[in-house]
């Protein structure tokens, strides 16, 4: 039998082998570069995010020859404002990617059929039920979870470039765009301490997500990780019954 024949035969007599392989391209190359530079710029900005609420120890000598905090702070602003930068063409490519670039900015709640993959994808996540259901895109709760990751992400745009609008002055373009946020917290402390939150919100959201990338690609019998690298989803079984 030649390699191909073997790899796309029938299973053999103790059910090891993968029935058929059918790929599907899912996630383009601007969405796969977003997904890698937003996941650096997001881990930056929670390193120099903490060490700006916690600093370390002070060092001896002139401040200005060490300039500690300095390049802490210049890199979470740096890092912050490519976040804002690199989101915005996200946004962009939602409007002229493929339909899968549009998933994680909208949830589809008239649709019954993905209210029951929500309740399914939770049994199946606490190993509840057997067979993994096939999605092209994001599962249901995946969808979710990334929506709410989306509205965190804006709340930490806006919230941190308020912040920086305060050392930039209120004649600052910042301070007249986010200002806003003063309306909705007046006390500068308050807006620290929630952007600081948030950030803790974000260290369970890339925990929990990376834990499910890696048990997905084992368990769901799809691939995961290697889709956000090449962008083509592998599906180990028959694809023909599974929701778009
Ligand atoms: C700070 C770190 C990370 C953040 C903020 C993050 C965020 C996201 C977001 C927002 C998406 C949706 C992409 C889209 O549809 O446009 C996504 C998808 C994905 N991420 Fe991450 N990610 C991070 C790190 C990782 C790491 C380290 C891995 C690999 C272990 C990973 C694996 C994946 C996979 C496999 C998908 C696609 C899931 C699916 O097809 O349902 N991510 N991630
Ligand atoms: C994932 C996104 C982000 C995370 C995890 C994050 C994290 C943090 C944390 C933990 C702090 C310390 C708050 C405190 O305890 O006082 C902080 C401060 C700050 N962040 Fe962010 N941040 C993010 C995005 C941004 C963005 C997009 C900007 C806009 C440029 C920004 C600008 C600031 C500013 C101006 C401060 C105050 C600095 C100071 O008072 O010295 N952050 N950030």
Not at 208 to 231: F, K, N, P, T
Request: one cysteine or more; charged letters at 15%.
């Amino acid at each position: 039998m030649t390699e191909i024949a073997r790899v796309h035969g029938p299973l053999d007599a103790h059910g090891e082998r993968a029935k058929s392989l059918q790929t599907v391209y899912v996630y383009e190359a601007p969405v796969r570069l977003w997904h890698w530079v937003n996941a650096l710029l997001i881990v930056t900005l929670c390193i120099t995010g903490y060490l700006i609420g916690s600093p370390l120890p002070s060092v001896s000598g002139e401040a200005s020859a060490s300039f500690q905090m300095g390049y802490i702070r210049f890199a979470h602003f740096a890092a912050g404002q490519s976040l804002i930068v690199f989101f915005l063409l996200r946004l962009y490519w939602a409007f002229v990617g493929n339909r899968n670039s549009r998933q994680i900015f909208y949830l589809p709640l008239h649709n019954r059929t993905w209210w029951w993959g929500i309740l399914y994808e939770l049994k199946w996540y606490l190993f509840m039920v057997k067979d993994p259901k096939k999605y092209i895109g994001h599962n249901p709760l995946a969808h979710v979870a990334m929506f709410s990751f989306m509205l965190f992400l804006l709340f930490m745009m806006a919230s941190g470039m308020a912040l920086y609008s305060e050392g930039q002055g209120i004649d600052s373009w910042q301070y007249k765009v986010f200002g806003f946020m003063f309306a909705i917290f007046p006390n500068s402390q308050d807006l620290h301490t929630w952007h600081h939150l948030g950030m803790w919100a974000i260290v369970v959201f890339v925990v929990v997500h990376i834990y499910a990338a890696v048990r997905e690609d084992i368990l769901s019998r799809q691939s995961m990780i290697s889709s956000m690298i090449s962008g083509e989803r592998l599906f180990r079984d028959d694809i023909d019954d599974f929701p778009r």
